[in-house]
């Protein structure tokens, strides 16, 4: 099961309905080990398409050294669908290069950018095996401030 915060689910929608008609593309990383989506990284989706994502290789790449710097790993990767339903296409599927991520998908197609609700769905795919998971949306945790 993929347990996400209200903050971190807004805003994955939000990139989705913004881009829309194309696809959006983004990480949310979070401690190694750990299974929590913490940090947000909205990606460039280099192919710049409606029907196919690419990040950008010098971003990833930056994202990735960044993330081993800080002990993080990608906890979700996901994806928009503008004209589809939220389910990994075969491309999808063969760029599946991450097996302890949660693979997100959201798809614009009903309302595109405007108001209205998206489908949002996540998956495991290990060896391209495709397996849907529940995704369970919890209010944000107040920030504890520290007084000196």
């Not at 881009?19 to 299974?35: N, Y």
């Not at 460039?44 to 800080?70: C, H, V």
Request: hydrophobic share 35%; aromatic share 8%; with cysteine.
């Amino acid at each position: 099961m993929l347990t996400l915060d209200q903050a971190t689910y807004d805003a994955i929608v939000a990139h989705a309905k913004r881009d829309h008609p194309d696809e959006c593309c983004g990480i949310v990383a979070g401690p190694e080990g750990s299974d929590r989506p913490e940090r947000f990284i909205e990606m460039i989706n280099a192919a710049g398409s409606p029907t196919f994502y690419e990040f950008d290789s010098t971003e990833l790449l930056q994202l990735y050294k960044e993330m081993w710097d800080r002990d993080e790993e990608p906890v979700i990767v996901y994806h928009s669908h503008t004209a589809t339903e939220a389910y990994p296409s075969r491309t999808d599927i063969g760029l599946a290069s991450e097996p302890n991520a949660h693979y997100v998908l959201v798809s614009t197609r009903e309302h595109g950018n405007n108001d209205g609700p998206v489908e949002f769905r996540s998956y495991r795919i290990i060896d391209g095996e495709v397996t849907e998971e529940e995704v369970a949306v919890v209010p944000a945790k107040p920030l504890i401030e520290e007084h000196q």
